[in-house]
């Protein structure tokens, strides 16, 4: 046998003449979503108007234990109560502070 063909058998044969035998592995895509624990916590030490806070880390801590065991629409539907709650104190809160403002720069002496 020729020292060429030696050296192609070795490398696994002839690249023309042989099928090419794939492989596909589908690996699911994990789709993580934002489950809001870094801005429920922020919310829950300074932006807790009527415990939204909390309430807002409790469910974003439920999200993220939901995404843990594999339940992403769990975890998805825990993220939105989160965030909607999040948005409500913030908002809330930014309103209160503004009410208290206004009220102490009107306030007569």
């Not at 794939?22 to 030490?45: A, Q, Y």
């Not at 809330?92 to 720069?105: M, Q």
Request: hydrophobic fraction near 45%; charge should be positive.
């Amino acid at each position: 046998m020729p020292k060429e063909q030696q050296e192609v058998g070795a490398l696994g044969g002839s690249h023309g003449s042989a099928a090419v035998t794939t492989t596909v592995i589908n690996m699911p895509r994990e789709i993580s979503g934002p489950d809001h624990v870094v801005w429920s916590l922020f919310n829950t030490l300074f932006m807790n108007f009527c415990c939204l806070g909390f309430i807002a880390y409790a469910y974003s801590v439920k999200s993220r234990d939901r995404k843990m065991v594999g339940d992403m629409s769990g975890a998805k539907a825990y993220a939105s109560t989160a965030k909607c709650l999040n948005i409500c104190a913030l908002a809330f809160t930014i309103i209160l502070a503004v009410i208290v403002i206004i009220i102490y720069a009107t306030k007569q002496n």
